[in-house]
Nanobody, 114 residues
Framework: QVQLVESGGGLVEPGGSLRLSCAASGSMFSMGWYRQAPGKLRELVATITRGGSRNYADSMKGRFTISRDNAKNTVYLQMNNLKPEDTAVYYC???????????WGQGTQVTVSS
């Protein structure tokens, strides 16, 4: 039900940082990030509700921080201490209660390499 546009991906060295942004055309109950590496299944990174409740995948907890600006309908993902295994296409997601209006962005490439 909403259009999502991601930005902020790129090439970074191990130990570096990136901040991803996702601007939505409307407000949804939950926004989040998923990622998919070549040959692997898409996996959860983190989600956040309008009220600020956060959930992180165990491997990302402590290194990644998700936040959102409800006035701008934008969700962010601050990624610190990046590792080569973080290399993937990162997809923005938004959905309403019960998964209504499940929406996906085009994805932004994150590459962690020396």
């Amino acid at each position: 039900q909403v259009q999502l546009v991601e930005s902020g991906g790129g090439l970074v060295e191990p130990g570096g940082s990136l901040r991803l942004s996702c601007a939505a055309s409307g407000s949804m109950f939950s926004m989040g990030w998923y990622r998919q590496a070549p040959g692997k299944l898409r996996e959860l990174v983190a989600t956040i509700t309008r009220g600020g409740s956060r959930n992180y995948a165990d491997s990302m907890k402590g290194r990644f921080t998700i936040s959102r600006d409800n006035a701008k309908n934008t969700v962010y993902l601050q990624m610190n201490n990046l590792k080569p295994e973080d290399t993937a296409v990162y997809y923005c997601n938004a959905r309403g209660l019960g998964g209504r209006g499940d929406s996906w962005g085009q994805g932004t490439q994150v590459t962690v390499s020396s």
